[in-house]
């Protein structure tokens, strides 16, 4: 089994803020900014004229995010000395690849390090590619680390080291992209467009480490830019976000960005779920139901997705399953069961297959669709809620106790 190795300093200091300092090398991003920033950003370094900035911006916009290129050389329509300048100026460098993995079931993991912001430190994030029928998932981080601590999460041990900026949310996309072939060859005509069907990526969901509505403006930002038309394209119906229930920004999300909407719900009632994702203390079942059902464009063909991750013995009754609709009711709705994933250190275990069927048998009984997720990845810990970028070499004793918590009691 191979499991990534943080290279961070632990003793990098936490903090909320998004860095938008320049990286280690002095020059800003350029991915990661909309067409009226790109624009203004050419002009104020003095390599264009301000009548220029449209156009400008427009043609940069096809390189990145049509053509996927991250050299400057490689824009073949803009002159020698103007790519020249942008080098000089300006980064769309990809992020170093510290470790890739690939599951035996095909899922791949990846361990992105990003460059220090000013006085910062270098930091990494996993994020991970799942290939499925007919399409292929990929789940994004939005923050290195993760201030929500829930208590089954492998991801929620790892303290919060700061926000993600827009560039590097968008970095993990566009990575992926170039590691599995998913955007034009060199040699396609420059005109060309990434076709709709057919992708390698064709989903994303922001579902990978931090709590994505506690780093609102990056994740809007870069996820407007991934649904734009005329560059990444991806549908904002192919895009969901997964909130622990950050209640003030639920129907912000369905405002100001528009994508599908998943709910980390895993209980029915404030006591049990004030330990499983203690955000619930601050917001309580009742406020965050009540959000739900106000979520702009809600209907049966908009549904929101609760995710619910079955623990032995803790949330997987009958009764469990009676209160879970009980408190759904009315809302167009799509219950994913997710069976835990085991990880090195935690003390709950997976429901027994027999009483995960008998649970999705009763929500489906009850009109709601809800599939049991399949768990992939988990031989390179890169399924739900195993993220987690200070991975550390297991030692030989904890590798076999977390083999054998993989095969038991699954139906695997």
């Given at each position: 089994m191979s499991v990534s190795i943080n290279l961070i300093d632990n003793a990098t200091r936490p903090t909320t803020a998004a860095a938008k300092a320049p990286a280690a090398d002095g020059k800003p991003p350029l991915i990661g900014l909309t067409r009226e920033e790109l624009g203004d950003a050419l002009v104020d370094a003095g390599i264009i004229p301000a009548r220029q900035a449209r156009m400008r911006a427009q043609q940069l916009w096809h390189w990145l995010y049509v053509r996927g290129v991250s050299d400057f050389s490689e824009m073949f329509n803009i002159s020698k000395d103007l790519r020249a300048d942008l080098a000089r100026h300006f980064s769309i460098a990809r992020p170093e690849i510290v470790e890739e993995q690939i599951s035996t079931d095909g899922t791949r993991k990846w361990l992105f390090r990003f460059p220090p912001r000013g006085a910062g430190r270098p930091v990494e994030i996993e994020t991970v590619y799942i290939p499925e029928e007919g399409r292929g998932t990929l789940c994004i981080s939005s923050q290195v680390g993760c201030t929500l601590t829930c208590s089954f999460c492998h991801t929620g041990t790892q303290k919060l080291v700061r926000n993600l900026t827009a560039e590097e949310i968008l970095a993990q996309l566009m990575t992926a992209r170039d590691r599995l072939g998913d955007f034009p060859d060199r040699d396609t005509p420059a005109g060309a467009i990434v076709p709709a069907e057919g992708r390698k990526v064709s989903n994303i969901v922001m579902m990978g480490m931090g709590e994505p509505l506690y780093n609102f403006e990056a994740v809007k930002k870069a996820l407007l830019i991934a649904s734009d038309g005329d560059g990444l394209s991806l549908s904002k119906r192919r895009i969901t976000l997964s909130t622990s229930g950050v209640v003030p920004e639920i129907v912000r999300t369905g405002e100001e960005i528009g994508v599908m909407l998943a709910i980390s719900l895993h209980a029915t009632n404030d006591d049990l779920r004030d330990m499983l994702v203690p955000i619930n203390k601050k917001y309580p079942l009742?406020?965050?139901?009540?959000?739900?059902?106000?979520?702009?464009?809600?209907?049966?063909?908009?549904?929101?997705?609760?995710?619910?991750?079955?623990?032995?013995?803790?949330?997987?009754?009958?009764?469990?399953?009676?209160?879970?609709?009980?408190?759904?009711?009315?809302?167009?709705?799509?219950?994913?069961?997710?069976?835990?994933?085991?990880?090195?250190?935690?003390?709950?275990?997976?429901?027994?297959?027999?009483?995960?069927?008998?649970?999705?048998?009763?929500?489906?009984?009850?009109?709601?669709?809800?599939?049991?997720?399949?768990?992939?990845?988990?031989?390179?810990?890169?399924?739900?809620?195993?993220?987690?970028?200070?991975?550390?070499?297991?030692?030989?004793?904890?590798?076999?106790?977390?083999?054998?918590?993989?095969?038991?009691?699954?139906?695997?």
């Open positions: 009742k406020d965050l139901i009540a959000a739900c059902r106000a979520y702009p464009g809600l209907s049966n063909a908009r549904r929101i997705t609760f995710e619910y991750v079955m623990l032995k013995d803790v949330n997987d009754s009958l009764d469990d399953a009676k209160a879970l609709v009980r408190l759904l009711q009315g809302i167009p709705a799509k219950i994913n069961l997710i069976p835990f994933n085991p990880w090195p250190g935690t003390n709950y275990q997976c429901s027994d297959w027999e009483t995960i069927e008998k649970f999705a048998d009763y929500i489906n009984n009850a009109g709601y669709a809800s599939p049991i997720r399949t768990p992939r990845g988990r031989d390179i810990l890169a399924a739900c809620g195993q993220l987690k970028s200070e991975s550390e070499r297991l030692k030989k004793t904890e590798r076999l106790a977390l083999e054998a918590m993989m095969i038991a009691g699954h139906g695997e």
